[in-house]
T-cell receptor, first 114, second 116 residues
Framework: AQSVTQPDIHITVSEGASLELRCNYS??????LFWYVQSPGQGLQLLLK??????LVQGIKGFEAEFKRSQSSFNLRKPSVHWSDAAEYFC????????????FGKGTKLSVKP | DGGITQSPKYLFRKEGQNVTLSCEQN?????MYWYRQDPGQGLRLIYY???????QKGDIAEGYSVSREKKESFPLTVTSAQKNPTAFYLC???????????????FGDGTRLSIL
């Protein structure tokens, strides 16, 4: 069965520092991968997605993610974090078949120190 | 602007009461989903619908019911059989029926349900 693991529950970084959020997936075929961001009390906003092709994908708000098939990973990165990036981040994989839903990780909460 | 509207934003349920959460989309999407979010649990799928008048149970459907009478609407009823309904409920939709797995989902802003 498909699954997504986000090993870090909570990460704190200083403003201006670089960021990497980890995501590992379990999926038999080529996965469809997504990163979403959620501000408190809000819905989820899509940051970026990977379907095929270039393994480094660019998203909104200066985020990027790299798909590494050999490591079953899809880590999210940002070179310089802003205070407004504080939120919860979710990695997801397409469930495949006719079901069509996404399988989500449990999320990583990002705090940003001034 | 196109999007997904969930209402109400906050909802309170008394013991033994059924409550219905509304989800409306004007994106002309075929597929719609309901997720439950608990702290530290991520999102868990309750029900999904890929076409009008058809819906399927997700991973945690017990104590919930849905209907899909119109393409743009997918209401969720939390029944009295759901013993722990306090959570944040998110509705989502995606575009393509046949390739829904590779379509990003668009989310509403959620409904927070609490028990009185």
């Amino acid at each position: 069965a498909q699954s997504v693991t986000q090993p870090d529950i909570h990460i704190t970084v200083s403003e201006g520092a670089s960021l990497e959020l980890r995501c590992n997936y379990s999926y038999g075929a080529t996965p469809y991968l997504f990163w979403y961001v959620q501000s408190p009390g809000q819905g989820l906003q899509l940051l970026l997605k990977y379907f095929s092709g270039d393994t480094l994908v660019q998203g909104i708000k200066g985020f990027e993610a790299e798909f590494k098939r050999s490591q079953s990973s899809f880590n999210l990165r940002k070179p310089s974090v802003h205070w407004s990036d504080a939120a919860e981040y979710f990695c997801a994989v397409g469930a495949g078949g006719s079901q069509g839903n996404l399988i989500f990780g449990k999320g990583t909460k990002l705090s940003v120190k001034p | 602007d196109g999007g997904i509207t969930q209402s109400p934003k906050y909802l309170f349920r008394k013991e033994g009461q059924n409550v219905t959460l509304s989800c409306e989309q004007n994106l002309n999407h075929d597929a719609m989903y309901w997720y439950r979010q608990d702290p530290g649990q991520g999102l868990r799928l309750i029900y999904y619908s890929q076409i009008v008048n058809d819906f399927q149970k997700g991973d945690i459907a017990e104590g919930y019911s849905v209907s899909r009478e119109k393409k743009e609407s997918f209401p969720l009823t939390v029944t009295s059989a759901q013993k722990n309904p306090t959570a944040f409920y998110l509705c989502a939709s995606s575009n393509d029926l046949l390739t829904a797995s590779n379509q990003p989902q668009h989310f509403g802003d959620g409904t927070r349900l609490s028990i009185l």
